[in-house]
């Protein structure tokens, strides 16, 4: 198998992970990243599926923390990982870093 892969799949790989197989392997990656749900309103239900199979993984704290520290952005944060969706995850995300000021027009290096 080739390609670029984040650091919990090279670390799973690796056998670098925590003991036990993630709830989530052999199902289709897209599952885990469906439209998302606003923030205001519940889980969607494709959201609601993705969370079920989180809700019985033995390595969920784990990928949510590897997301957590993976993620540079709040952009970047996106789908169902760790056993929270987007965006209770942006807001965890937000929580523990902040965000960041958008880049104004003009205040680029060197100017």
Request: proline share 9%.
């Amino acid at each position: 198998m080739s390609g670029t892969y984040s650091l919990t799949a090279r670390q799973l790989r690796a056998g670098l992970a925590p003991s036990g197989t993630p709830a989530c392997a052999g199902q289709p990656p897209e599952a885990f990243f469906p439209e998302a749900s606003d923030p205001g309103h519940g889980p969607s239900p494709e959201e609601r599926a993705a969370l079920a199979v989180c809700a019985v993984c033995p390595v969920r704290d784990w990928c949510l923390e590897r997301d957590m520290e993976e993620c540079t952005t709040e952009a970047r944060v996106v789908g169902v990982r760790g056993g929270l969706r987007q965006a209770d995850r942006r807001e965890l995300f937000v929580a523990r870093r902040g965000r960041r000021a958008p880049r104004r027009a003009g205040t680029g290096a060197g100017k």
